[in-house]
């Protein structure tokens, strides 16, 4: 069904303001450290100063003597009471058990890596504590990045594992060899995409409150998915999950990180059973760098060969995805999204991809906006475009020449995937005359005339949105579900309240499910509430929000309940009116008789019939209440897509880049709201923005990461960023209702490849070729000067 089938009041595609901006922005925003329970206590994490030891021995006495304490957890208090830490994507064939537990037992991996928690009076006496905890460690052998882990006599992370390699698994069709034999042009590279954070503005952070006496979990989690987080801390903590409620405040920003799942919320449940209080426990900005799930960090060996006229004929690729020392939530899950995803918006008949993964003594790697496919984008969009350089023809026409029709959907990529629905060739097309208006080839041309270096780039990419249909999830290892539940209910005065189990975290989802709600029942916005973030309230979703399926799974899902309840209206009022359901109407909170002025009654009319049951109103035969629920898994994903265009200019003595203006043309099938839509599409660019030119966690040869504060990771600020031009395009997703795809992460997708493109452009009589992101100053230099021009 298209939105137009449904009650058509203008409401999808109306540029509402965001309704839940007026309160967060006058700072009535209840966020996680907002919440105080009575009793409450707090606690702090000690954390290895070590990237790989033993640990000997620790004494806690003096901790635990300090006024003020309650509590001193270690490893070993958890040995016996707790599972490991849960890995829920088991994608690769062989992907080792997770040895590891919310509290280090006697080996420390990775600098951060949690060793004991102090829970106090308050956040102060809790780490005043820590400093008197005695930790004896024993150093091993530090194995800081891929070299020192695949090198012959590395030293093992694990003592049960034949190596640091924890797996591999490859996909592929036809005949690679062949056709690279056959190949007009054959382009190799090694390409890299640092490792970065998510840095949510709000660190991660949760209260536990364990109730003695009724035995039962209470839990507020800053959070994407509380159904998942209900399910793990109950598998984690062996407790059954109806005796958990997990609940979610405002959600100061997530990007992926609040996706995972962390061993910090299992210590504070401990921590309150033991202590009989609840217990907050937040991390704190260095904890944020140093222990929240980072991202990227992958290298990959690619090879692609193509014909005369620019038809790609084969892509191989070995994708090394650089891990920490234990695996995280997702395992290697973005990594796996990279291969899958490196043939991009292309037809390559001939594909051979591998995906390795590889453990080091950094920290754990997860879930980040994109989840991989910055990665895939950087890989195939920096192809093609060598690909034309290769064969000096126009990047867009290779582009062009191996994109599907959009007859050719549904397009199977020839690894895992089937694309559902594109017009590629328009949105390329929208991008280009979005440029063309804005003038970059003269602003090029001029440039260049006064020996400035202007470069012109562009990436064409495609999201995977709406993740996903269960069966796909679970064929790939995946150990939970895809689909979403929804509930709408109408009360007694014909007000609606909808529940869902997606997670606001800034994306503006609250305003977007109730501009789909409202315009389905034919209400006005302000007589819809949203509820979200409840366990106990809220319908079952086993993902949750993240990986772009709020506005397509979340909305599609909503908007299905929603028209059963309509469904159910039209028969009371059928009734009431002595009319037949197929002649009525629903607009404006009220049923009307088609042709009949004046023949309706409202929504408050029928709300009070059916919950008085006022034996006039109500046919017999229906229930009493006002409740409709709908179970939604779609058949595919929704694939969105896009085209970025970036103008940069270099200056060769510094090695600065600087963004000049930037483009993006976009398609996510039905917009729900073009003013979040704009918004998302800002904020995932700068996010894109500073992946491909200031963002790098780095760790120094013993793996200590240098980079713990915003001196050290830069990230853009508003000076840095350009003024972004957006436009779109609309081919609805036939499988969704509604025909919303996502787009959450579009703008952190293509931007490292379309930077990175137009800094190749703007060297390009040097020949440089980005291999890696960031383009730092120092990094571009280098390759300006092996160019031959320092
Ligand atoms: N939208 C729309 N019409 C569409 C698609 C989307 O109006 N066809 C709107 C919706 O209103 C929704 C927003 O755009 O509020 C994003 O929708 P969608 O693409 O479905 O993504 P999700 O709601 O699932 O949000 C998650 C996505 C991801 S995966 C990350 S990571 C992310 C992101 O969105 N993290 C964010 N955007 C973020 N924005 C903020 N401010 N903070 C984060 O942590």
Redesign the pocket.
């Known amino acids: 069904m298209a939105v137009e089938d449904v009650v058509d009041s203008g409401l999808v595609g109306a540029r509402v303001p965001r309704l839940e901006d007026p309160r967060l922005l006058v700072g009535r925003g209840q966020y996680l450290d907002d919440m105080v329970v009575p009793g409450m206590l707090e606690a702090a994490v000690l954390r290895s100063p070590f990237a790989h030891a033993r640990i000997v021995s620790i004494d806690a006495s003096a901790a635990r003597e300090l006024p003020g304490v309650f509590d001193v957890l270690v490893g070993e208090d958890l040995v016996d009471l707790v599972e490991p830490q849960p890995v829920i994507y088991r994608l690769l064939p062989d992907q080792p058990e997770n040895p590891v537990r919310a509290l280090a037992v006697d080996r420390v991996r990775w600098v951060g890596q949690p060793v004991a928690a102090v829970v106090a009076t308050d956040r102060y006496v809790a780490e005043d504590a820590l400093a008197l905890i005695d930790v004896d460690y024993d150093p091993l052998p530090v194995v800081p990045d891929l070299a020192a882990a695949l090198a012959a006599d590395a030293p093992k992370l694990y003592d049960e594992l034949d190596s640091n390699v924890v797996g591999s698994m490859g996909f592929g069709e036809g005949d690679v060899d062949g056709a690279i034999a056959g190949a007009a042009a054959v382009v190799r590279e090694r390409l890299r995409l640092a490792r970065i954070a ?1 840095l ?1 503005l709000e660190t991660r952070g949760c209260i536990a409150s364990w109730d003695r006496y009724t035995d039962a979990l209470d839990v507020w989690l800053s959070t ?1 998915s509380p159904n998942l987080a209900r399910d793990l801390l109950g598998e984690t903590l062996r407790i059954p999950i109806h005796r958990i409620r997990v609940r979610v405040p405002d ?1 100061g ?4 990180n ?2 995972d799942f962390y061993g910090e919320e299992i210590v504070a449940a401990i921590l309150s059973r033991r202590t009989g209080r609840p217990v907050k426990l937040i991390e704190d900005r260095i904890e944020s760098f140093t222990a929240t799930s980072q991202s990227r960090d992958v290298e990959i060996d690619v090879t692609i060969a193509a014909a005369d006229d620019g038809a790609i004929l084969a892509l191989r690729a070995d994708v090394v995805c650089v891990l920490g020392g234990a695996m995280g939530t997702v395992g290697v899950g973005p990594a796996w999204l990279t291969t899958t995803m490196l043939t991009g918006p292309y037809r390559i008949p001939a594909v051979d991809v591998r995906l390795t993964g590889v453990l080091t003594n950094r920290a754990p790697m997860g ?5 991989g496919q910055p990665e895939a984008n950087f890989v195939y969009e920096r192809m093609v475009e060598l690909v034309a350089r290769e064969l000096k023809l126009d990047r867009n026409a290779v582009r062009r020449r191996n994109f599907p029709a959009p007859d050719d959907f549904p397009f199977p990529t020839g690894v895992v995937f089937t694309y559902d629905s594109g017009r590629y060739d328009d949105c390329l097309d929208l991008c280009l005359d979005r440029i063309a208006e804005r003038g970059w080839a003269a602003r090029q041309e001029q440039a260049r005339a006064e020996g400035r270096s202007v470069g012109i780039g562009y990436s064409f990419h495609v999201e995977a ?2 993740f996903g249909p269960s069966r796909i999830l679970n064929l790939v290892g995946l150990q939970h579900s895809g689909f979403d539940e929804a509930v709408v209910r109408m009360d007694s005065t014909g007000r609606v309240t909808a529940f869902t189990g ?1 997670a ?10 109730t ?1 789909i709600t409202a315009q389905t029942m034919g209400v006005p916005l302000e007589d819809v509430t949203v509820e979200w973030g409840d366990t106990t309230s809220c319908p079952y979703t086993g993902y949750g ?11 599609g899902t909503l908007m299905r309940a929603a028209e059963q309840l309509v469904s159910k209206l039209k028969r009371i009022a059928a009734h009431m009116l002595e009319a037949a359901p197929e002649d009525l109407d629903v607009a404006d909170g009220k049923i009307s008789v088609r042709g009949v002025p004046g023949r309706s009654i409202s929504y408050a009319e029928i709300g009070r019939a059916a919950y008085r049951r006022l034996l006039d109103g109500m046919p017999e035969d229906e229930d009493a209440t006002l409740e409709a629920r709908y179970v939604f898994d779609p058949e595919n994903l929704a694939w ?1 897509y896009g085209c970025t265009g970036a103008l940069v200019e270099v200056d060769r003595e510094t090695g600065v880049t600087r963004i000049l203006d930037y483009v993006v043309a976009h398609d ?7 003013t ?2 704009d ?2 599409i800002h ?2 660019a700068a996010q894109g923005i500073g992946e491909a030119l200031y963002e790098e966690l780095v760790y120094d040869d013993q793996a200590q990461l240098t980079t713990t504060t915003f001196a050290d990771y830069l990230l853009p600020t508003f000076g840095e960023l350009p003024r972004f031009s957006l436009a779109h395009q609309s081919t609805p997703a036939p499988h969704i209702p509604g025909g ?7 703008g ?1 997708i293509g931007a490292p490849a379309a930077v990175a493109n137009a800094v190749d452009d703007a060297l390009a009589d040097l020949g440089v070729t980005i291999a890696a992101v960031p383009i730092t100053p120092p990094r571009l230099l280098a390759a300006i000067r092996s160019a031959g021009a320092g």
């Open positions: 998510g949510p994407q959600v920003g997530g990007f992926g609040k996706f879930s980040y906006r994109g989840w949105t709406a997606q606001p975290m800034g994306q503006g989802i609250e305003t977007a499910l501009q929000t993240g990986a772009s399926r709020g506005a397509a799974m979340g909305g969105s996510c099938g039905t917009v729900i709201n073009p979040i839509v918004g998302q904020g995932g919303m795809k996502g787009m959450g992460e579009a952190t």
